[in-house]
T-cell receptor, first 113, second 116 residues
């Protein structure tokens, strides 16, 4: 089944403790992206990647890191999480030019206390 | 910069009624896509319908249709014969066709409640 797999689904952590949210897709998509969803704000892009080893900042990249060493994986790293990073996170992937439309992961609910 | 506005934070209708969700957007570009996504309580993001800006014909998917008014920058979603399973958050989203990023710009969402 074609899908984007995110883990974990729920995560509670403490301020400053490094964490990684994993994202993997099995569709051979070049494009991958991370969004965060906050009430009243919709979804906002954190980082994106056009292909392996190519990443760039979205609208709200502060406090986040990503890497794209393999085509299928695009982990989101919070080096020192803070309470304002409490949010619902989505990973998404898409084929490149000419086929707009995302496949989303199931989301990760992160709480930083 | 592109923006998307959904002016209705919450709506509720009776089952089997027709409901229209509003969306306006702002862009100076000509080539773009518009989307409606549904997010049920399971929080999965589900594509409802997609509209290419260069197409004058409004997109339809079964009970879902859009009214795309390019000059007015309006993109409303009509749900006919609403069902209890349509209860969800609905997001309008805009994608500019560039080769550097396939970023979706999202509205704040409309919470739709279908009452039995």
């Amino acid at each position: 089944e074609a899908q984007v797999t995110q883990n974990p689904r729920y995560l509670i952590t403490v301020t400053g403790k490094k964490l990684t949210v994993t994202c993997s897709q099995n569709m051979n998509h070049e494009y991958m992206s991370w969004y965060r969803q906050d009430p009243g704000l919709g979804l906002r892009q954190i980082y994106y990647s056009m292909n392996v080893e190519v990443t760039d900042k979205g609208d709200v990249p502060e406090g986040y890191k990503v890497s794209r060493k393999e085509k299928r994986n695009f982990p989101l790293i919070l080096e020192s999480p803070s309470p304002n990073q409490t949010s619902l996170y989505f990973c998404a992937s898409s084929m490149n030019w000419g086929a707009p439309g995302y496949t989303f992961g199931s989301g990760t609910r992160l709480t930083v206390v | 910069a592109q923006t998307v506005t959904q002016s209705q934070p919450e709506m509720s209708v009776q089952e089997a009624e027709t409901v229209t969700l509003s969306c306006t957007y702002d862009t100076s570009e000509n080539n773009y896509y518009l989307f409606w996504y549904k997010q049920p309580p399971s929080r999965q993001m589900i594509l409802v319908i997609r509209q290419e800006a260069y197409k004058q014909q409004n997109a339809t998917e079964n009970r879902f249709s859009v009214n795309f008014q390019k000059a007015a920058k309006s993109f409303s979603l009509k749900i006919s014969d609403s069902q209890l399973g349509d209860t969800a958050m609905y997001f309008c989203a805009f994608m500019l066709l560039t080769r550097s990023n396939y970023q979706l710009i999202w509205g704040a969402g409309t919470k739709l409640i279908i009452k039995p």
